[in-house]
Every structure is written in structure tokens, then in C-alpha cells.
């Protein structure tokens, strides 16, 4: 975690040496103090300030964008007496962040986000800590409203849970029915009327590709679109695409993966011929790269073996296949002890 420390006074330039021994990170100048906020704010993950809360505020409101975006930002008196998470408690880590450094300097943490002041399961921070892409950021006040209303909230999971959460507002089901629900899935669902339902997506999808040399971007891009929807799975699962060895450069498939995000993992071609899956083999794949398969075999490989989703699929110039690689199971609350 890169983390930048602000000060005003020399007494607060002490406590940010304590800090920066406990937690490492870098110590800012009070030189250009809003233009180093300005910067530290786009490039670091954390915020540390010791000085008033009214200078922090004044000087970090027009940079604040969202939730999912902002950095975690943390402030403390000089005298290290209180540790306050003030923005991007979960998601940025705040409240975690607060926690570490109150107990390195012996403060008081202050957080008052109201599923930690009320002890409920914050499903931010469950994706936060399990690497889930949040689909639908907006349901996630409804979720949280309803649990701090007490109300029931149906939970489905096709990864296992590590330490299920014991809690009589979270009802773990296969198939959930409730009004207020959470679904951690690759897969996509048709929306339901009357019904919020938060979407955590895991990064567990690998999608092999092949594809004619110089194949048009945006032809890719679509055929890509529509296998995803044609099979019901979630772009924001996608982690890797993978192809063999002679397409590494193909231009189409390098800007797919620059758009969004994807890594790239190119399967060397005697792991394709040594693997002893049998993939559905083509005569002009045969003959033009020497492999019996390449969207299939590329999927399966890359994914250490995962679980076949689809077959190979093809489009115009274009084949396409995913598995689902093993994830490890869930964690659905933070572990004090670690803190």
C-alpha cells in the first residue's frame, strides 16, 4: 500500500516519522500543500494527515469522485490522540488503515461507518478483501439499509465460504428469493422487478481466443460481446484471455485486452500437444498452426484446468472458449486479530 503523510506543525511532523517507522510509505513537505494533496490523491492509495480535519476536508472536496475510486483517508490529531477514518472506509481501506495505525501509536480509532458501528457484514468490504469487482455499486446502499433495518438478506455463492457468517439477517442458499439480495457469480441473470440484488463478480473467467491475422478490432470486440452474453457470463470476471504462441501480437486481440483490462497469457504449443485433453479438433487449424485446437486448449490450459464453460464457439474469423479456474474460498469478515 503506498501511503503519503501530511503535516502542519513539528509536533506533527514527529508523529509522521512514528508513522512512516510503523507503516513505511512517504513524508510530504507542507511545500505546495494542495497541489501535493492533489497529486498524492490521484497516485497513492492512502492519505495520512495530522492536522485539523476542516483543513483536510477544504483541500481534499473538489478531488473526491466516488467510493470505488478515492483513496483512503485517514486523520489524526497531532498529539495521536485519535485516528479518524474519514473517507473510503472499505473500499479504500480507510477503517482497516485506521485500525493498523491507531493500535502502532496507541490512539483511539474513530470510525463511524454505521455497518461497523452496528457489527453488520459491510459487502464492500467483502469484495475488497476477496478481490470481487463490484458490478452495481448503486445496490450496495439498499443491501446494507436493509441490514441495518433488520431485514433479511438472501446470499448465493458459487465460490465456497472459508468461515460462513453466522448471522440471522444472511440466509446462504442456493437459490435466492428474497427481495435484498447478494450474488457472487460469474454468471449474469435477467433483472428482476421489485428485487435489489448486488452483484460481486469473482476474476475467475480465462477465455481462449484465436482469430484470422489482422482480424478488425472492433469485429473481435463485438464477437466478444455477443459469446459473453450468448452465455450468460460477466465481462467484469474476465482476468485473462489466452492464445498460443504465433498470436501474441495479433493486433485485434492485444486491444481487447488494453480496453479491459485483461492479461494476456500465451500457452506454448507443446503444452497444447502434451496435455491429453481431447479438444475438438480442425483440419485448418491443423494445417495452418500445427495444433490440433487453439480457443479450447488455450482456455483450459491457462485456466491450471479449469472447469469447461463452453465448447469452442466461432464466429467470422474469430473462435472463442472459457473455464472457470478455482478460486479460494471466501472470506466474509475481517479478522480482528490481524489488526
Known amino acids: 500500500m503506498k501511503i503519503a503523510y501530511f503535516w502542519m506543525t513539528q509536533k506533527g511532523h514527529e508523529l509522521t516519522c512514528r508513522l512512516q517507522k510503523a507503516m513505511g510509505g512517504i513524508i510530504e513537505s507542507k511545500a505546495e500543500f494542495p497541489k501535493t494533496v492533489q497529486r498524492d490523491f490521484q497516485d497513492c492509495d492512502a492519505l495520512v494527515f495530522v492536522m485539523a480535519m476542516g483543513i483536510v476536508v477544504r483541500t481534499i472536496a473538489p478531488l473526491i469522485r466516488s467510493k470505488d475510486k478515492d483513496p483512503a483517508v485517514i486523520v489524526l490529531d497531532q498529539n495521536g490522540t485519535f485516528a479518524i477514518s474519514l473517507l473510503s472506509g472499505h473500499l479504500g481501506g480507510a477503517n482497516y488503515l485506521t485500525k493498523r495505525i491507531a493500535a502502532a501509536i496507541q490512539a483511539q480509532p474513530v470510525i463511524t461507518t454505521a455497518t461497523d458501528v452496528q457489527g453488520v457484514l459491510s459487502f464492500d468490504e467483502v469484495a475488497k478483501q ?185 464466429y467470422p474469423g474469430v473462435t472463442f472458449a472459457a473455464c472457470k479456474k478455482s478460486l479460494p474460498a471466501l472470506v466474509l469478515k475481517e479478522d480482528e486479530e490481524d489488526v
Open 130 to 314: 476477496n478481490d470481487l469487482c463490484i458490478e452495481n455499486l448503486e445496490e450496495l446502499k439498499y443491501i446494507s439499509g436493509a441490514l441495518l433495518d433488520g431485514k433479511t438478506i438472501d446470499l448465493y455463492s458459487e465460490l465456497p465460504l472459508q468461515t460462513p457468517y453466522f448471522c440471522a439477517l444472511i440466509n446462504v442458499t442456493e437459490t435466492p428469493t428474497a427481495p435484498y439480495r447478494v450474488v457472487i457469480s460469474s454468471n449474469t441473470y435477467p433483472p428482476e422487478e421489485d428485487v435489489h440484488t448486488l452483484f460481486l463478480r469473482p476474476k475467475n473467467l480465462v477465455i481462449g481466443i484465436g482469430c484470422k491475422r489482422d482480424t478488425i478490432p472492433e469485429h473481435l470486440e463485438i464477437c466478444f460481446q455477443e459469446f459473453l452474453q450468448t452465455h450468460h457470463l460477466s465481462r467484469l470476471s474476465v482476468t485473462t484471455m489466452a492464445t498460443i504462441q504465433r498470436k501474441k501480437r495479433e493486433p485485434a486481440i492485444l486491444a481487447l485486452c488494453e480496453k479491459y483490462g485483461f492479461q494476456l497469457e500465451i500457452v506454448p504449443d507443446d503444452a497444447i500437444r502434451n496435455c491429453g485433453h481431447i479438444f475438438e479438433e480442425s483440419a485448418f487449424v491443423q494445417q495452418i498452426t500445427g495444433l490440433p485446437a487453439v480457443a479450447e486448449a488455450c482456455s483450459y490450459l491457462a485456466s491450471d484446468c479449469g472447469d469447461a464453460l463452453t465448447g469452442k464457439v466461432r
